[in-house]
């Protein structure tokens, strides 16, 4: 056996293979695992050559996976423009828009975060955004990116101050007095994005380049981008050719509801034929928006909201028309990616796939259901029935303002009980993986899985009750959704997801054993160490391992 370049030895490594379940040293060449064993036994690999990690008692995992993230967008929006994430109030929204303001001289200001759970239609309006940047067009996007909001002078810009007709799948919000109040959901902010000064694709792989440097200090080693274009095709595969990705890229490419099915097809696999190398970046999955989110009350139930408002929304494709898209992607041998949020997005969806089977037979697509907030439980079981994985969002399943302000008053205590029935789920037989959807909340894994096993938002936010305790996860399920099934999902467990020989040496050492500590410790966290094909691409100041 030819020397290790490199070795980590002394560790606590729950390899997440079930072969090789635990080990205290693993050998790496070439960027692959090639063996493990004891510290003695490993140790005795080495040359003068080989590169020693010593992982010091400390636990040692697979790199993290994250299937459902928006890097690119994301990355840009929040490394290049104003980061209003933590205000809950119209003085603290005003007051950070304006502080970044006063540091940069841009023709426009961009902005993403306000928390839709705190601000909408209701309380935030261009007048709120002239407060805070009266000399320049602003715009602002929400936390989920479903919704938007101008400041005047953007209006005007846009020619948006006189009448204003809806886009097809979205909506521009009319206020009393008949005029456009600058807020837009959904379709509508692809329709302002389109016509904002244009972002060159060296800004947005200065944002890619952002959000894998947060990926990576967090464990990430590989995502899924949720939603990608032609643009974002082309930023990816440039930095790859450069040899500059910190993470495994694989991508969902965006199919619009207005594309007739041939012609979706014809465009979506011309973008896989053209990233399908299995490098660092491929397309492999088309991505369906079903609906939006309850906060901008877009989101599709089978029966109307609850509250006093009532109404519902529409599906953004017309139902027939994803029986035949998911079968015709079905067929192409596509792994389906969909958005759904209320329970009848949901119930689409999954007779989509139901279409889809009935036509071209079942294989192990593994397609994706994403968020899945609400569903009727005669909808349960057929997860499992067709091979479906949620992909689900655990961070959002606790009590805080978006679940007890807004989709508890609009679902109503009976629907309100199957509010992220990830529980339900699993048990009925649905496969499973956790992710993020960063930006539209925090991309830490250790959050996220604490929130999936305790329901309730992490203690550093102060104290809640758990949301429906009954549908918690395990502390050994969440750490496989985010490894094992998270390479499955993202179909590259041939080569990932367990520290396999074989496998890529994507490696992560924490400060603290996740299996063992007190629960509420998990969100806190830390990666000590994350190597990528056994190349370190973070590590903290104070390892010295």
């Known amino acids: 056996m030819k020397a290790p370049d490199l070795i980590v030895t002394n560790g606590h490594i729950v390899t997440m ?21 004891s510290t003695g036994e490993i140790g005795a690999l080495a040359t003068a050559a080989t590169k020693v990690v010593d992982a010091g008692g400390r636990l040692v995992l697979p790199g993290f996976q994250d299937t459902h993230i928006h890097l690119q967008d ?13 205000p809950r109030t119209l003085d603290g929204l005003k007051a950070e828009l304006a502080a970044f303001a006063a540091r940069t001289n841009s023709a426009w200001l961009r902005g993403v975060g306000w928390f839709t759970g705190t601000f909408n239609e209701t309380n935030l309006t261009r007048h709120v955004l002239d407060d805070a940047v009266p000399d320049r067009p602003a715009y602002v996007l929400s936390s989920d990116c479903h919704s938007g909001c101008l400041n005047t002078l953007a209006c005007e810009a846009l020619g948006l101050m006189d009448e204003v007709p809806d886009v097809e799948g979205g909506h521009f919000v009319i206020g009393a007095d ?59 595969q440039t930095l790859a050719d450069a040899g500059d990705l910190t993470v495994r890229i694989c991508s969902t490419a965006y199919v619009h ?24 970046f491929r397309v492999h999955s088309a991505k369906f928006f079903l609906d939006g989110v309850m906060e901008s009350r877009t989101a599709v139930m089978i029966e109307d909201y609850s509250d006093d408002i009532g109404g519902n929304s529409k599906l953004l494709f017309d139902a027939e028309h994803v029986k035949e898209l998911f079968t015709a992607f079905d067929a192409a041998r596509f792994q389906i990616h969909v958005h759904t949020i209320g329970d009848g997005a949901v119930r689409a969806a999954l007779d989509g796939l139901q279409a889809a ?24 079981p057929r997860f499992g029935e067709l091979g479906a994985v949620a992909n689900i969002q655990a961070l959002w399943a606790c009590n805080d303002p978006s679940v007890t302000d807004v989709a508890n008053p609009m679902l109503g205590p009976e629907r309100s009980q199957y509010l992220y029935a990830f529980r339900s789920l699993i048990e009925a037989g649905a496969g499973f993986c956790l992710s993020s959807d960063w930006g539209v909340s925090s991309l830490n894994p250790f959050e996220i899985m604490s929130t999936a096993i305790t329901r309730k938002f992490p203690r550093k936010r102060g104290t809640s009750e758990p949301l429906l305790p009954h549908q918690c996860l395990t502390r050994e399920e969440s750490v496989k959704a985010y490894t094992t099934h998270a390479a499955a999902s993202a179909w590259r467990s041939e080569s990932t997801g367990s520290l396999t020989p074989g496998k890529f040496a994507d490696i992560i050492i924490l400060d603290r054993d996740i299996f063992t500590c007190d629960v509420e410790e998990i969100a806190e966290t830390e990666v000590q160490l994350t190597l990528l094909g056994g190349k370190e691409v973070w590590r903290a100041a104070a390892f010295t391992g």
């Open 357 to 380: 089977k009935e036509k071209n037979g079942l294989w192990p697509s593994l397609h994706q259901i994403a968020h899945v907030e609400c569903i009727d439980p005669a909808d349960i």
């Open 74 to 86: 994301c990355g840009y929006e929040y490394g290049m423009n104003a980061d209003v994430t933590g």
């Open 178 to 236: 008949g005029k456009f109040t600058g807020m837009v959901h959904e379709e509508a902010n692809h329709w302002v994005r389109a016509r904002l000064p244009e972002v060159t694709d060296g800004e947005y792989a200065e944002g890619v380049r952002f959000g894998q440097a947060l990926c990576n200090r967090h464990g990430i080693t590989g995502v899924l981008d949720a939603l990608v274009l032609e643009r974002h095709a082309r930023v990816y």
């Open 17 to 37: 293979d079930p072969l090789t379940p635990r080990a205290e040293a693993i050998a790496v060449r070439d960027g692959k695992v090639v063996a493990l064993g």
């Open 257 to 280: 509801p207005h594309e007739k099915t041939g012609e979706a097809l014809t465009r979506v696999e011309a973008l896989r034929r053209a990233h399908s190398d299995g490098g660092m």
